[in-house]
């Protein structure tokens, strides 16, 4: 019986996603133009450390100064590329963001047109449009982090990690070897954090249910004198979602001040035994210019995957 629930489970989430991405299937051509842009600034992002590399490599050499302005160059046409092709993709992602927000909120209150009355009186006005509005910037956000980041993040990781092990495969390892930790922390932290997301989204959507009541029967609520009451009661709601948010605040810094600990930890790591390396002749100094780069975008995408 668990067995056939979680199957059950499993198929009703596939159809749901299913149904989400068809909204965005009108718009895959530009999306497929987006990805291609996000996943072209990932690469020039893993090719800068190899520039670095090569400026500090070239420093002792003969020929160092032309060397170092040939590698600054590069360094600036690169980020001037870059940062061109970031500013037109993301033009590119909220201009198609836009239509598919269009679209669902087109389908949505047509949908919500069909629904029985019954259903609708009981929810209230006040707690559909709260739903309404919430869930959807919170579809989009997630159709718009899952298309425009957590694949070029994936795309960069690989990169990253194919230049890590020919620059050095014993530091890569080390690296490596604290990229998991922040994934980890987040998906122990990821339970609470939706049961809390849950948990707001119901408060508010009764929040303003009970304000739309109050507002639809102000000329009752006035003739018992009731104004201050329905404030109060209203303020007071408030004043619990706002503690429910302020001590999710704390729960998330706490998280992402783990996170921030184990990048720490990764480029302490890195930097000692780049240096060791370094003394015994195994490596150079751009080699380990190239890895703190490394290290700092390595992590961000992990991150960014949970």
Not at 40 to 63: C, E, H, R, T, V
Not at 166 to 192: E, K, Y
Request: a positive charge; zero cysteines; proline letters at 3%.
């Amino acid at each position: 019986m668990n067995l056939a629930g979680s199957h059950f489970q499993e198929l009703l989430q596939w159809a749901r996603l299913r149904r989400a991405l068809a909204f965005v299937g009108p718009h895959r051509w530009t999306v497929a133009v987006i990805l291609l842009l996000t996943l072209l600034a990932a690469a020039m992002n893993a090719l800068a450390p190899l520039i670095m590399k090569y400026i500090f490599d070239q420093l002792g050499s003969q020929a160092a100064l032309r060397s170092v302005l040939y590698g600054v160059g590069a360094l600036v046409a690169l980020s001037l590329l870059r940062e061109a092709t970031s500013a037109f993709s993301n033009w590119l992602s909220w201009r198609t963001r836009l239509k598919i927000h269009y679209r669902l909120l087109e389908a949505t209150v047509s949908r919500l047109h069909r629904l029985p009355l019954g259903l609708q009186q009981g929810e209230g006005v006040g707690a559909i449009v709260t739903r309404l509005d919430r869930s959807i910037q919170g579809f989009i956000g997630a159709i718009s982090e899952i298309t425009f980041n957590v694949l070029p993040a994936l795309f960069y990781l690989l990169i990253a990690i194919v230049f890590m092990l020919r620059l050095d495969w014993r530091m890569t390892l080390l690296v490596l070897a604290f990229a998991p930790l922040p994934a980890v922390i987040a998906a122990l932290a990821a339970p609470n954090q939706t049961r809390r997301e849950q948990n707001l989204l119901d408060r508010w959507a009764r929040i303003y249910s009970r304000f739309n009541e109050v507002l639809a029967g102000i000329i009752t609520v006035r003739s018992f004198a009731m104004e201050d009451t329905e404030k109060k009661r209203f303020l007071d709601s408030v004043q619990e979602a706002n503690r429910v948010v302020v001590r999710g605040i704390g729960f998330d810094t706490s998280v992402s001040t783990a996170q921030n600990l184990v990048v720490l930890l990764a480029r302490i790591a890195a930097l000692g035994v780049g240096g060791i390396l370094i003394l015994r002749g195994e490596a150079t100094v751009g080699t380990l210019v190239a890895f703190l780069g490394y290290v700092d975008g390595l992590f961000g995408p992990v991150q960014g995957l949970t």
